[in-house]
């Protein structure tokens, strides 16, 4: 039992606001570290898009006043218990009362408030941690204004700092103005090239990176590949400095949400000894989408942001000779309107093929992993990625690029030994996803092979309880 105590800072989780994968990490990774003896809080702010029956759960600690550059600032402290775990609220509507979480023009300020609240309230919480695991952008100005304004005052002297980078793609850059403005800083000591400078503005990633006691990111693949030139996003060099500090550390997927044997949300539970009755979720959303009743035919699944990180030029290339093959595609996302109008289009041509479900719906998404037979993920840059998590723990078989976590959690089937849980191809190209979809197609019509691939899909284990460990072993490090 380590006993140490952890207070996640973070822009967003579940089950209170998403946009993103971030949120899924803040909302279940601090449960699996309690039940490995972390004392695990959260804290983010307390955003207009929390809905109210949470906002009525929120107990008024106290408010105090917050610094800001030149300004002087009201920040109410909430709290509230949800499933044994502790979460804290940062409230000041002027930043956080509007309707979706970022965005704004005044991000740098929004954020910079929030990083100085966190160190503002420690005093005043029940709770007096011994690390602050930040994550993103958003959050990483904490390690900087901890080490330039907190160090000698009580209780941050002891204080060590953890960063989690879920995409390096998202760095928070400023004017530099923001220094002095915002942060209080001055130009001459934290304007440099090792340490928040970048082309001449000021990125707040990189200063978390700089600053930080340790630097996680969500895949031990992706973790090497942010210290590249092609995958570092100009901050390759700053974290090759770090590279003993950066840990690759998988995200893990909560399988008390996510558990086709007692999802509210499907059809027909089931588990890896009673797969056939996958076949009764697919017909009854064959229906429900207006989709042909072909229990023969394969469903593929696209459920993602339809933006081009996600690889959905490789599927626009391929979209045709999909649907000419015996298989059914089901999407569902928002993203890029040229993507968007791509799928409604081919739902016009090929009613009864191709079902565009240009939106977000939980339930829906449910549905989908529990019906489907394939996933297709060919992502170009995928840090974790938790689609293709969902789909392995509902046996909807994945079939993904080799990037990131997708290549660390997807094992391509080998014929010969009967080994592994998925499909994969490494080049970026639409000809190669789909020689291996045809692969997987060949493989689907052999009834005896594919219960096989879909069984080995369910037996992976991609719980929470091996990442929280590592974390752990991250944090004992920090003495």
């Known amino acids: 039992m380590t006993g140490k105590k952890v207070l996640f800072v973070a822009a967003e989780a579940v089950p209170f606001v998403k946009t993103g994968g971030l949120a899924d990490v803040a909302g279940s990774l601090p449960k699996e570290l309690a039940r490995q003896g972390v004392d695990a809080r959260i804290i983010m702010p307390k955003y207009g898009d929390i809905p109210a029956a949470w906002v009525e ?36 509507e002027y930043y956080f009362r509007r309707q979706g979480l970022y965005g704004f023009l005044d991000d740098a300020e929004r954020f910079s408030f929030f990083c100085r609240a966190v160190l503002e309230v420690l005093p005043y919480l029940d709770f007096t941690p ?11 100005m904490v390690p900087v204004l901890l080490q330039a304004h907190y160090r000698g005052s009580t209780p941050h002297h002891k204080l060590r700092t953890v960063l989690t980078i879920h995409n390096i793609q998202y760095q928070g850059v400023f004017e530099k103005s923001v220094l002095g403005d915002l942060l209080a800083l001055e130009e001459g000591e934290y304007l440099t090239d090792d340490r928040l400078e970048f082309h001449g503005r000021v990125n707040y990633l990189k200063g978390g990176i700089v600053f930080a006691d340790a630097v996680t990111t969500v895949s031990p693949t992706y973790a090497w590949e942010i210290l590249t030139p092609e995958g570092g996003w100009q901050l390759d060099g700053i974290l090759r400095k770090r590279e003993a500090d950066v840990t690759g550390i998988l995200n893990g997927l909560d399988y008390e949400v996510y558990d086709p044997g007692h999802d509210k949300l499907v059809y027909l539970n089931y588990t890896r000894r009673s797969i056939g009755r996958k076949q009764t979720n697919k017909a009854k959303l064959q229906e429900f989408l207006g989709l042909e009743a072909k229990p023969e035919a394969m469903m593929i699944a696209i459920v993602s942001r339809l933006v081009w990180a996600k690889g959905l030029d490789l599927i626009a290339a391929a979209l045709e000779e999909m649907l000419a093959a015996d298989a059914q595609v089901v999407v569902l996302g928002t993203g890029e309107d040229k993507y968007e109008s791509m799928f409604r289009v081919a739902g016009h041509r090929h009613p009864g093929k191709l079902s565009a479900n240009i939106y977000f719906d939980e339930a829906l998404a449910h549905k989908i992993y529990a019906a489907a037979d394939l996933f297709l993920m060919p992502s170009l840059h995928e840090p974790c990625g938790i689609g293709q998590l969902i789909a392995l723990r509902y046996g909807c078989v994945p079939l993904v690029r080799e990037t990131g976590g997708l290549k660390d959690t997807i094992q391509p089937y080998n014929e010969y030994t009967g080994e592994g849980n998925g499909f994969s191809f490494t080049h970026p190209d639409a000809g190669d996803m789909l020689y291996t979809l045809r692969r997987a197609m060949d493989f689907y019509r052999d009834g005896e092979v594919w219960p096989q691939i879909v069984k080995a899909a369910m037996a992976s284990d991609f719980s929470w309880r091996r990442s929280a460990s590592e974390y752990v072993a991250v944090y004992e490090k920090l003495n």
């Open 57 to 92: 759960q929120m107990v008024h600690v106290r408010h105090i006043e917050v610094t800001l550059g030149w300004r002087r600032l009201y920040c109410g402290i909430e709290r509230l218990e949800h499933e044994g775990l502790v979460y804290y609220f940062i409230d000041n």
């Open 130 to 140: 011994d690390i602050l695991h930040c994550h993103d952008w958003h959050t990483a």
